[in-house]
């Protein structure tokens, strides 16, 4: 059964940073892009970022570019994304997701994020 | 940057078709996606490359793709189906995916 689980997330100050985590199970983690969606509360979907199998290709969001960083570390299962410079409008759930020809067909449970001082 | 549009709601009786549509300059070029998410719970794909289901989807989800729209389309909606869904797409100009506003539907 194919499992996606993020951590990470909590109450940041503004200009803070967080570190979310998105552990995989139950299929080939290394085969597969990944994504990071948000979704603020009350609002729809916002794509965050994406990386590639083996980790050369990252793209992100205009809105978060050059503040946030998408890793992988495929010998452990797990997702990353860095999260620096937070703002209050940087206030989501963060979902974790698989990729299949550029959509995403599995999805974590998310893990939000709060940004206030 | 790239825009998909969405009407922001939708409604639809027991039985009948609900037709969702999703707007963006030449969306048809690209591979449209479709997921429904209920109150409280993660996305799910209902229709990813324009047409294709995931498996475990029912058959009365069903979607296409041209021009400058994309449309998934239900038929024989069920009050089960009551829920947002969002399109989303490839910006291949700025390599970056995009939903749209999402769509409320409504079974009435």
């Known amino acids: 059964e194919v499992q996606l689980v993020e951590s990470g997330g909590g109450l940041a100050q503004p200009g803070g940073s967080l570190r979310l985590s998105c552990a995989a199970s139950?299929?080939?983690?290394?085969?597969?892009?990944m994504h990071w969606v948000r979704q603020a509360p009350g609002k729809g979907l916002v794509w965050v970022s994406h990386?590639?199998?083996?980790?050369?290709?990252?793209n992100y969001g205009d809105s978060v570019k050059g503040r946030f960083t998408i890793s992988r570390d495929n010998a452990k299962n797990t997702l990353y994304l860095q999260m620096l410079s937070l703002s209050v409008e940087d206030t989501a759930i963060y979902y974790c997701?698989?990729?299949?020809?550029?959509?995403?067909?599995?999805w974590g449970q998310g893990t939000p994020v709060t940004v206030s001082s | 940057s790239y825009k998909l549009t969405q009407p922001p709601s939708v409604s639809v009786s027991p039985g009948q078709t609900a037709t969702i549509s999703c707007s963006g300059d030449k969306l048809g070029d690209e591979n449209a996606c479709w997921y429904q998410q209920m109150p409280g719970q993660s996305p799910v794909l209902v229709i990813y490359q324009n047409t294709k289901r995931p498996s475990g989807i029912p058959e009365r989800f069903s979607g296409s793709n041209s021009g400058d729209t994309a449309t998934l389309t239900i038929s024989g909606t069920q009050a089960i189906d009551e829920a947002d869904y969002f399109c989303?797409?490839?910006?291949?100009?700025?390599?970056?995916?995009?939903f749209g506003p999402g769509t409320r539907v409504t079974v009435l």
């Open positions: 139950g299929f080939t983690f290394s085969d597969y892009f």
């Open positions: 997701a698989r990729d299949v020809s550029g959509a995403s067909d599995f």
């Open positions: 989303q797409a490839w910006d291949s100009s700025t390599s970056s995916h995009v």
């Open positions: 990386i590639s199998n083996d980790g050369s290709t990252k």
